[in-house]
């Protein structure tokens, strides 16, 4: 057998054990739900897996369904765009200017000790409630970018500036060459959390605000007319649609740090030449 045959037959043994490893988790949890349903034996207080996923396959099938699963990823989307976009911007306004950045800084300190269950209430005061999710979950990406970003820059080579600035490179080519490779790791990472964070909290404001075609409008309607085995079931919708933007994210952000680090690196040694390619 060649080296590279076995390295590969390797890796397949290896994710086939991840994956035996999960479905024996997932199993054992499924097993231990329903010991427990049958014990407490009322469905009003905790259905059994096989009722929600009856309730669950049911609901797929329907228009309100898919209407409420747009709704609320269109949301996202929008809340997850916003707060990236702004702290991105911020965060360049606030390397660029001190004076600045001593101003928004207590706002950055009020926004990540303020709770989001606060958030959404003021919300509700001041916007309708199909803007509350958006606002909300922008509110929860904006800082953590913001953060990374503005480390992200402050930690850019300050000799490959000085080097930079000695051999009249323009802006564009310092901010290609140098400060996108350095932010790009922490502007990644940034993302990535984010998009948790962004994907809870839209959720939650939807429960407190119920705008038309929310999947948080659906929770709070389970809970009001005591519907457990839907309640149960929507909730494994945003389980499961959280693990899908997850990976789907987590893939895109991956080929974006490939394409990054192929393209432009920043170079190590201080090398003119490198710079100027």
Not at 51 to 73: D, I
Not at 125 to 154: H, K, R
Not at 244 to 267: I, K, S, T
């Amino acid at each position: 057998m060649r080296p590279g045959s076995a390295g590969a037959a390797k890796g397949r043994g290896r994710t086939a054990r991840r994956w035996a490893a999960g479905v024996g988790a997932a199993l054992f949890w499924l097993g231990l739900w329903a010991v427990a349903a049958a014990r407490v034996g009322q469905p009003l207080l905790l259905p059994d897996p096989a009722s929600v996923l009856a309730t669950f396959v049911r609901s797929v099938g329907t228009a309100p369904f898919w209407q409420a699963v747009g709704g609320s990823m269109l949301r996202a989307v929008a809340a997850f765009a916003a707060g990236v976009v702004l702290g991105a911007a911020l965060a360049a306004g606030t390397a660029a200017l001190p004076l600045l950045r001593a101003l928004l800084r207590p706002a950055l300190v009020v926004i990540r000790a303020t709770p989001v269950a606060s958030f959404i209430i003021l919300a509700l005061v001041w916007l309708n409630a199909g803007l509350v999710p958006v606002l909300t979950g922008a509110l929860m990406v904006l800082p953590i970018v913001w953060g990374n970003v503005s480390q992200g820059i402050e930690g850019t080579d300050p000799k490959l500036l000085e080097m930079a600035r000695a051999y009249g490179f323009s802006r564009g080519q310092v901010l290609r060459k140098l400060y996108v490779p350095s932010v790009l790791p922490a502007f990644l990472s940034a993302c990535v959390t984010g998009m948790g964070l962004c994907w809870k909290a839209t959720i939650a404001a939807e429960v407190l605000g119920r705008p038309r075609d929310a999947i948080g409008t659906y929770l709070h309607e389970s809970r009001i007319f005591l519907e457990t085995d839907a309640l149960f079931a929507w909730t494994l919708t945003v389980i499961l649609l959280s693990l899908a933007l997850e990976r789907a994210f987590a893939w895109g952000m991956r080929r974006l740090a490939a394409r990054g680090q192929g393209g432009d690196p920043a170079p190590k040694g201080g090398d003119a030449r490198a710079l100027r390619a």
